[in-house]
């Protein structure tokens, strides 16, 4: 059993018989009365945001979960299609289970799936992955204006933001859960 004290973004929980995770959460308290934990949590099975208030202190049983690394094959429409290093499994994972990122996963990448009684819930993304411009637009000369950005498309298909110094070939880390250009990847 977990208190409300151990909440926290991404904590999983079992709610009558649900599985529960937790978006975003804030303690509340108020002038005489005790303290609240007012949160949004998404239900696993179903997708659907709910909020949920529990008095400072609430029990919740804390869901068990195993994190079983495992390999991005390829995408085939809104599946993800895994592969298991040690045992060669199989294992397909919908797209909408998992927050952002998928635009930046190429063939090969680690990924961590989340499963809850031999059943995905869920998997959590390489933070950082180092992906080649397959094209953008040339930077004009004399348009540097401070911050001006332009978009790349990245060998993946991923779109990010980059300095208009970034040509096409050149290797980008990319922030995956921001789909964000980090830095430039001298190789």
Do not use: C, W
């Not at 018989?17 to 005489?32: A, N, T, W």
């Not at 094209?135 to 001006?148: F, H, I, M, N, Y």
């Amino acid at each position: 059993m977990a208190s409300t004290a151990d909440f926290r973004n991404g904590f999983v929980f079992l709610s009558e018989g649900e599985l529960f995770i937790i978006v975003d959460f804030q303690h509340f308290k108020m002038g005489r009365g005790g303290a609240y934990v007012r949160t949004k949590v998404r239900n696993l099975k179903t997708g659907r945001v709910l909020e949920k208030t529990f008095r400072s202190g609430d029990k919740v049983q804390e869901a068990e979960l195993e994190r079983r690394p495992m390999q991005f094959l390829y995408l085939d429409g809104e599946n993800l299609m895994l592969m298991a290093n040690d045992t060669y499994e199989q294992l397909t994972v919908p797209v909408a289970m998992i927050n952002s990122g998928t635009d930046f996963l190429k063939e090969g990448e680690k990924v961590a799936v989340l499963l809850h009684d031999d059943q995905p819930i869920g998997a959590e993304l390489p933070n950082f992955v180092h992906l080649k411009v397959a094209s953008t637009e040339p930077g004009v000369r004399g348009d540097t204006v401070s911050g001006a950005t332009k978009k790349a498309v990245l060998e993946t298909g991923g779109v990010v933001l980059v300095p208009l110094f970034i040509e096409e070939g050149e290797v980008l880390k990319v922030d995956t859960r921001t789909a964000t250009y980090i830095e430039r990847v001298r190789e």
